[in-house]
């Protein structure tokens, strides 16, 4: 909690700050934060999710929508270790994101990937 209340009194005092990098194990802890949660949203137009280990980037569903009810309102994303099926969902609901770069876990092939995301979102590749 500690944590959470500096990381949003140094955004608030960061007024212009549209980006954010962030190792994906912390943003879970903050975006338990409605503050911080709102912040996100309002601000946060650049998302990099820095993985540091080989679990995947939500744990469930819920995790998903939650993530993207908060950043919602993101432009690009960058994330490293991202499942395809974690990549599809977020291609079909930040309705925003015009930009991203992902690399993809070593379980996913990239072979049928850029056709499946087609198929599943509509959107090119």
Known sequence: ?????????????AADLSSLVINTN?????IKDDQLSMYFN?????LVLRKTDDNPLFDNDNERKEFCQI???IEH???????SDDLI???THLSNLSTAEVRLGASDSSENISSRIKNETGKKI
Do not use: G, P, V, W
């Open 26 to 30: 912390t943003l879970k802890s903050f």
């Open 1 to 13: 909690m500690e944590n959470s209340l500096l990381l949003f009194e140094i955004l608030k005092e």
């Open 71 to 73: 950043f919602s309102n």
């Open 77 to 83: 994303l960058q994330c490293y270790n991202c499942s």
């Open 89 to 91: 969902f977020l291609l």
């Open 42 to 46: 309002k601000k946060i137009k650049k």
